[in-house]
């Protein structure tokens, strides 16, 4: 069914999938890589909401109805994704049953990724929510070197840069972070396991109840041809 019109593309780093505002044009299915959804606030600052990497979808709810993206998506690890016309999507979405299930998966995951987050933006020190961050960054792309600057830290988690910086070297202190150049990051993860908060293992813990209540597979795996 999506076969056809599916193109394979490039995610280059710090490529816009999608801005805040405007419409949703395509449906992008990541194969590598690593995806961040940030809001925008009025006074030019920014939060990431989440971070998709192959176990999920770039602007899928857009089958919700015709209205602007409330997130602008942000490529933070370069990869590839599968990416097919939103238009063309619905169509599929109003036909398959096997779709519109995974599209409703992909909701619940979201939803509860959102309420966990900001809990735990309003509840736990920024120290342990950067921890917890560079493990989520580091789940998406199954890897220990992250491509991120401390400016996109910063933006991500909603904190000066500054503040990225005096976080780093304490990490950094305690062993969390092996080391750290420009442009990439390397972690250990079980002693930034001990300096993230509980959110990041509650989060795993919540998908994969999710997924094992549902018996669904991630949405880009159950696409039919």
């Known amino acids: 069914m999506l076969a056809p019109d599916l193109q394979r593309v490039t995610l280059d780093q710090d490529a816009v ?3 805040s505002g405007d ?3 395509n449906v992008f299915f990541p194969d590598a890589g690593a995806i961040s959804l ?3 606030m009025a006074d030019g ?3 990431s909401t989440g971070v998709v990497g192959r176990e999920g979808a770039i602007g899928v709810l857009s ?3 015709p209205s602007p993206s409330g997130i602008t998506a942000i490529v933070r690890a370069a990869g590839t994704a599968s990416r097919i016309p939103a238009l063309r999507f619905h169509a599929v979405f109003n036909r398959s049953p096997a779709i519109r299930h995974a599209v409703q998966i992909h909701a619940r995951t979201l939803l509860m990724k959102f309420q966990l987050g900001m809990a735990c933006n309003a509840l736990h020190p920024v120290k342990a929510r950067m921890a917890r961050w560079l ?3 580091s789940d998406r792309i199954d890897h220990d070197f992250l491509p991120l600057t ?3 830290l910063s933006q991500m988690i909603g904190v000066r840069r500054t503040t990225v910086t005096v976080l780093m070297r304490d990490l950094r202190a305690s062993g969390a972070i092996k080391s750290h150049r420009r442009g990439q990051i390397e972690i250990d ?5 001990v300096a993230a908060c509980e959110c990041h293992g509650t989060m795993r813990l919540e998908l994969e109840k999710i997924f094992a209540i549902s018996t669904a597979r991630p949405i880009s795996l159950a696409m039919p041809d």
């Open 135 to 137: 493990l989520h960054f």
């Open 17 to 19: 999938l999608s801005r």
């Open 189 to 193: 993860r079980s002693r930034l396991a």
């Open 63 to 65: 089958v919700l109805g």
């Open 23 to 25: 419409q949703i044009e």
């Open 150 to 152: 401390q400016e996109a």
């Open 45 to 47: 600052q920014t939060v």
């Open 38 to 40: 940030m809001v925008d």
